[in-house]
């Protein structure tokens, strides 16, 4: 089913109007500067971004190949870079519910600026999306609901919610002719999964994860690893959206007690809270701008 997505792309990826010295303009849109609203500036390096990351991200990722595989030792499931949706029943639910949730998106998250660049959001992101043509409307962050988007996503919230192990659950807003580059996972305790709300048909737009070159389509799920190196391409004119889900990867001892450890130390590191505070601080700037 082809969805007309024009009217979205504009109010989603318009000028923001700001004159010289990053002023507003007299005939632009206001649009809410996190940088401002939570008083974190964006690092100008990798080197910087590296320093926002939990501790035991910084220095464990040098240990992140030891503990990887031991995790993966310990899988119920493959450890393939793109895996099998059979083998997770509950994405029957995703494709079911595909166009409840399209529209919700369109509805909710393609509005205005309710959809704040993944970069403004999350520390962790901000070396990969600068350009704010990567744009994120989160539902859960950690295990963190996200109460007001909830609230406005409710069929959407309600599958999301019978997912096993749900970590982190967002609409993945990417714009045309945007290329994220090569980055990877922190942690093989988690999978992630996209379900295809909006495919522009006009070009290309794929993903490569380790040396397989896959392709989204609307009402499908692909659900992959991405600890394996991945990157993206939007080369269309239209805005690509999934809903995007990390769940914790199906294991037995003694890579779950592994994982669980890793996952609830960044659950409570301010890194993860920073993020949280980020998405309230959005949500309370755009609902001052009437979007």
Not at 41 to 51: G, H, N
Not at 169 to 186: C, E, K, N, Q, Y
Not at 215 to 236: I, K, M
Request: proline fraction near 6%.
């Amino acid at each position: 089913m082809a969805v007309e997505t024009k009217p979205a792309t504009r109010d989603l990826w318009r000028n923001s109007g700001k004159g010289p010295e990053g002023q507003p303009g007299s005939h632009g849109t206001r649009v809410p500067d996190l940088t401002v609203i939570s008083g974190v500036p964006a690092p100008d390096s990798k080197l910087e971004a590296d320093r926002n990351r939990p501790f035991i991200i910084r220095f464990g990722k040098h240990f992140r190949g030891f503990f990887d595989r031991l995790i993966a030792s310990s899988s119920i499931v493959s450890n393939d870079p793109v895996l099998d949706v059979r083998d997770f029943a509950w994405t029957a639910v995703l494709r079911e519910n595909w166009q409840a949730i399209r529209d919700e998106a369109i509805a909710v998250a393609l509005r205005g600026e309710a959809s704040p660049s993944l970069a403004a959001i999350s520390p962790d992101h901000r070396a990969i999306a600068r350009m704010n043509m990567w744009r994120s409307f989160f539902l859960w962050g950690y295990s963190f609901p996200i109460e007001d988007n909830l609230a406005q996503c409710p069929k959407t919230a309600e599958v999301v919610a019978k997912i096993p192990g749900l970590n982190s659950a967002f609409f993945s807003i990417l714009a045309p002719g945007t290329h994220i580059p090569d980055h990877r996972g922190v942690t093989k305790g988690l999978i992630t999964c996209h379900l295809g709300l909006i495919v522009p048909r006009d070009g290309d737009v794929r993903m490569r994860v380790d040396d397989r070159i896959v392709r989204w389509a609307e009402g499908e799920t692909l659900v992959f690893d991405d600890t394996y190196s991945h990157e993206v391409w939007n080369e269309t004119s239209g805005t690509r959206v999934v809903l995007l889900i990390q769940f914790e990867r199906p294991l037995r001892q003694p890579g779950k007690w592994i994982a669980d450890t890793f996952l609830k130390v960044v659950r409570r590191s301010a890194f993860v809270q920073e993020a949280r505070d980020n998405i309230h601080s959005w949500n309370e700037a755009v609902k001052q701008l009437d979007v």
